[in-house]
């Protein structure tokens, strides 16, 4: 049974962590990544190909857009869904989200408390989170990994790995 999944409880624009905000991108913003433009707040090896992938996803306003990875006062790279929650086959509402550093930002942790932070948002409005990466990619795996996705689901049609993390079972 796929379709749409019954409507979750509003994700907010901007999440917290310790040392990140993951903010959705301005209509602005989305239009300047989709050309490849740069805005001064942006890391220099910002907007990278892939987030100008995730342009094509953007819907104004929706908390299921793509979001930056903001350190301080630097955008860092780039984290969200693709689009709103589908019901998956068991009927639970479920999303695949991307994410992506630039090269400088990698190493320190800032993948995992992002995934984390965003997966966190949706697990508390009842969204089950899956991602997919390309087998020989580390780093993403490691961070996948370590945000709990441990569900393998095969491949998808590019051959890369798809993962999903269960979602918390609730207290009786």
Do not use: K
Request: one cysteine or more; hydrophobic letters at 40%; charged letters at 25%.
């Amino acid at each position: 049974m796929s379709g749409a999944a019954p409507q979750p409880a509003v994700l907010p624009l901007e999440v917290r962590t310790e040392r990140l905000l993951l903010v959705v991108w301005s209509p602005g913003e989305a239009a300047d990544i989709a050309a490849g433009r740069r805005r001064p707040e942006w890391h220099a090896d910002y907007p990278q190909p892939d987030d100008r992938d995730a342009a094509t996803l953007y819907e104004p306003h929706s908390p299921w857009s793509p979001r930056h990875v903001v350190r301080g006062r630097t955008v860092l790279g780039s984290i969200g869904c693709f689009g709103a929650p589908t019901a998956a086959d068991d009927g639970v509402p479920e999303v695949e989200v991307g994410f992506g550093l630039v090269p400088e930002a990698r190493g320190w942790g800032f993948a995992s408390e992002a995934l984390g932070g965003l997966v966190a948002a949706l697990e508390t409005v009842g969204v089950r989170v899956r991602a997919a990466a390309e087998p020989d990619n580390r780093a993403s795996l490691r961070v996948l990994a370590r945000c709990g996705f441990t569900g393998l689901r095969g491949s998808d049609e590019d051959g890369r790995l798809v993962m999903v993390r269960p979602l918390p079972v609730a207290a009786p």
